[in-house]
């Protein structure tokens, strides 16, 4: 695979990265790159690489880029605060943390090159109502209903809440929208979790064969592989996670789960992006015979295509079938006023009728276009 | 409790990021407002934060054993604002 974002962001999104070979980090040019470092999620690196001298910033730069610094250090640590707050509530539930706070403390050399913007936490299906039920004791607020009872336990991949203070908690059900998520099994990775420490919050995180899964399937199937940041978190918990034993813990559990393509499309990114060494299990896997090259459809594909609902479909029991077919055809009032506005109830179903039709219409006719 | 220079004190869990040379830092609960330590504050927060006592963070920030008796004052001052706003107490 070939690599896909400019050399200097490239080089940029690695520093520091133990082993790799990246392109070389220019001095000049990043007043014009600057919102590109801000989207790739990379200010802390181009603070750190500022710092170092090894990069010209103008005035103007450096004071957005101190403004930029602040203001994710300032979310960052009120999103931590919120996770000592929540953190019994969380346990109570069995819900693990994803990614930020626990990648933050635990996977980087420095929590600050690590910022984030929301807290995610994975929960059974199960306990979802719980959790969100908690949630809301604790303020927070679903801003969209969900179109029919049971929707965020049984279909969808997370759901946002947010406190009226700004602060988001993403609740997933699963690690991954569509039928990459269909086969993670939530329950063998609460299983394998254990407690860690995220500054003063003990909270419960994924055992790092399953993190790794988690963030290669955040970078390839959610960020399409199109932000460094997310890929540079691959590499770094690829050096957690992918020694010895844990390394085949790892393929082995992106066997069980159906997503050893995406796992492969992370990886390969990791690699040809910021020339990360990854460790051995994991580049024996990725270059050996039983791997094929990276299917170029990792990509970002249309999330909502008629092909991908008939194979949300297909995985998952027969409730589930049945609270996707009533959110499509019979979603609750309420979710149809949010969506349409305040209208007779008839309107507002026929409305959603017309839509469906269209969206199905549109699906078959992409897809015609697609298979010519 | 009144604090001075020999008390200690028991910092409240709190949430703390380094920011440059600064210290960011927020209690638990969303609308908490949000401290940035700056100048000597953040490695009197270390300090503190390790249970020394007020003098003892003087000590550790000026790293001279006699330390100047303006940063000894600054050093109860900072933890009567930390007592005062609620994020530590006496012990």
């Known amino acids: 695979m070939s690599a896909a974002h400019p050399p200097p962001l490239r080089a940029l999104a690695a520093t520091e990265l133990t082993g790799a070979h990246p392109p070389a980090l220019p001095a000049g040019g990043w007043e014009d790159r600057f919102d590109a470092v801000v989207h790739h999620g990379l200010a802390p690196f181009l603070a750190r690489a500022w ?3 090894r990069v010209e910033l103008d005035e103007a730069t450096q004071s957005q880029l101190e403004r930029r610094l602040e ?7 009120r999103l931590e605060a919120e996770l000592i707050r929540l953190a019994p509530l969380l346990d109570r539930c069995d819900a693990v943390v994803l990614k930020g706070p626990v990648l933050a403390h635990h996977a980087y050399p420095d929590p600050a090159w690590r910022p984030f913007s929301d807290l995610d936490v994975l929960v059974p299906a199960p306990r979802m109502d719980e959790l969100l039920d908690g949630l809301a004791d604790h303020g927070y607020r679903r801003p969209r209903p969900d179109p029919t009872p049971g929707f965020a336990s049984r279909v969808a991949k997370a759901t946002v809440v947010r406190h009226p203070s700004g602060l988001l908690v993403d609740v997933h059900r699963t690690l991954a929208a569509g039928p990459a998520g269909a086969r993670v099994d939530v329950d063998a990775i609460i299983g394998a979790s254990g407690h860690v420490d995220v500054g003063c919050a003990r909270v419960r995180a994924p055992a790092w064969p399953h993190h790794l899964v988690q963030v290669a399937l955040h ?9 460094l940041r997310s890929i540079r978190d691959v590499a770094q918990v690829a050096a957690l996670a992918g020694e010895g034993s ?13 997503v050893e393509r995406y796992l492969a499309a992370a990886l390969r990114a990791a690699e040809a992006e910021l020339g990360a060494a990854l460790p051995a299990p994991l580049v024996g896997w ?4 039983a791997r094929a090259p990276v299917d170029a459809r990792t990509r970002r594909a249309p999330a909502r ?3 991908s609902r008939l194979q949300r479909l297909r995985h998952g029991g027969a409730r589930r079938h049945l609270t996707l077919v009533r959110a ?3 979603p609750t009032p309420e979710f149809l006023r949010w969506r349409y506005g305040a209208q007779p109830l008839l309107a507002l179903y026929q409305r959603r009728w017309h839509d469906v039709r269209i969206r199905a219409l549109s699906d078959r006719s992409s897809n015609g276009t697609r298979g010519s | 409790m009144l604090v001075d220079a020999t008390s200690c004190l028991r910092v409240h869990p709190a949430a703390v990021r380094r920011l440059g040379e600064d210290l960011v830092v927020a209690r638990p609960g969303p609308e908490q407002p949000v401290l940035r330590l700056s100048g000597s504050a953040p490695g009197l927060w270390t300090a503190l934060s390790a249970g020394a006592s007020v003098r003892d963070a003087a000590i550790a920030v000026a790293g001279d054993p006699a330390p100047d008796p303006e940063l000894v004052a600054a050093a109860v001052a900072f933890a009567r604002d930390l007592v005062a706003q609620g994020l530590a107490e006496p012990r």
């Open chain 1, 219 to 227: 970078a390839a199937v959610g960020d399409g592989l199109s932000r």
């Open chain 1, 71 to 77: 203001a994710e250090a300032v979310l960052t640590v």
């Open chain 1, 328 to 330: 499509a055809l019979a």
């Open chain 1, 305 to 307: 295509d008629a092909l």
């Open chain 1, 246 to 258: 844990s390394g085949e813990a790892t393929i082995a559990t992106a066997r069980r789960w159906g």
């Open chain 1, 51 to 53: 710092t170092r001298e």
């Open chain 1, 286 to 289: 990725l270059h050996g015979p």
